[in-house]
């Protein structure tokens, strides 16, 4: 089957890439420029701050995070280094093991959100009017798979200091 796309699909898609990676390289620069770790570190741990207890499998935050396995744990061992996370057993399964938010981590992902929060409003919420921007949530909400975002989505429109990630990332959006 061979479906080509409609021309205004695909300057959709452009746009839509191109926006994303403009308002993340300003808040990325941001960040950078306030001695803070990258966004992505922000990110674990949010996902972290909304388990229960702090914690998650290693395979579920990577799915959270949408980051290739490689990936999430180089990165979990850099912020473990750093102290913002820690590697602790799994009672039930003597292989298995969680990755635990620390005291440090929390108080990490509060002093980025002081960061971040103020860089998504100058680099996406300066350049649309208020229902402009209810209007573009709506619509990118369409190309959400929900059975794989739909908790962490909603969780991040309710706000507050637990959510911030590239997704939407607002005081925890």
């Given at each position: 089957m061979n479906r080509e796309p409609a021309e205004d699909v695909v300057q959709a898609w452009a746009r839509l890439v191109r926006a994303a990676q403009t308002a993340?390289?300003?808040?990325?620069?941001?960040?950078?420029?306030?001695?803070?770790?990258?966004?992505?570190?922000?990110?674990?741990?949010?996902?972290?701050?909304?388990?229960?207890?702090?914690?998650?499998?290693?395979?579920?935050?990577?799915?959270?995070l949408l980051l290739a396995q490689y990936n999430a744990s180089?990165?979990?061992?850099?912020?473990?280094?750093?102290?913002?996370v820690a590697r602790r057993a799994c009672p039930e399964d003597?292989?298995?093991?969680?990755?635990a938010i620390t005291s440090d981590g929390r108080k990490m992902q509060r002093r980025i959100w002081r960061v971040y929060g103020p860089a998504i409003a100058e680099h996406v919420g300066a350049r649309l009017d208020p229902g402009d921007a209810g209007t573009l949530r709506d619509l990118l909400g369409k190309l959400?798979?929900?059975?794989?975002?739909?908790?962490a989505q909603r969780a991040r429109r309710r706000g507050g200091p637990e959510r911030k990630g590239m997704t939407a990332r607002k005081k925890n959006v």
């Open positions: 993340q390289s300003g808040i990325e620069a941001a960040l950078k420029q306030a001695g803070l770790p990258p966004l992505a570190w922000y990110d674990v741990l949010l996902e972290l701050t909304r388990a229960p207890d702090g914690m998650l499998r290693p395979v579920e935050l990577e799915r959270r180089r990165l979990i061992d850099r912020m473990a280094r750093a102290g913002l003597g292989r298995g093991q969680f990755v959400v798979d929900d059975r794989t975002a739909g908790a």
